[in-house]
């Protein structure tokens, strides 16, 4: 398993931060970093199983490990899902991360990923693009 740990400066609230993070329309816009069309199903409650789609109907589950609001969300991924049908996983440990601390200037929002060894050159390659995203939008938008 391989932990990967990306940071970006954010000059807005951790409120704001994690609005764009969660919120449906946000969301959509920050995810076309990995996949256009990207949207999630479900509930982001702790303990709750969320789906993650891309717009043909194929994406993955997980369960919401962490949910504190401002500060963390963590998911557990658990598997695939290709045409809509769950294919369970033995990924471990695989998590993804978001946690947000207040600065001064605003937020610093931090993704750590633990990932297989497969998965580590597709996070390096867009997650840095995902959080020039959120940047943009926490600092941009209304």
Request: proline share 4%; net charge negative; aromatic share 14%.
């Amino acid at each position: 398993m391989e932990t990967l740990t990306f940071e970006v400066q954010i000059e807005a609230t951790p409120e704001k931060v994690w609005s764009v993070l969660w919120n449906d329309i946000s969301y959509r816009q920050w995810t076309t970093a990995f996949t256009e069309g990207s949207f999630y199903e479900g509930t982001l409650e702790e303990g709750t199983i969320v789906k993650f789609f891309d717009p043909n109907n194929n994406g993955m589950f997980s369960r919401v490990d962490k949910n504190v609001p401002n500060k963390e969300m963590k998911f557990l991924h658990l598997g695939e899902i290709y045409d809509g049908v769950e294919q369970p996983q033995d990924w471990g440990e695989a998590t993804e991360s978001y946690i947000l601390e207040e600065t001064e200037s605003g937020t610093t929002l931090k993704g750590v990923i633990q990932t297989p060894e497969e998965f580590k050159g597709f996070f390096e390659e867009k997650f840095p693009t995902a959080l020039g995203i959120i940047k943009n939008l926490a600092e941009n938008q209304l």
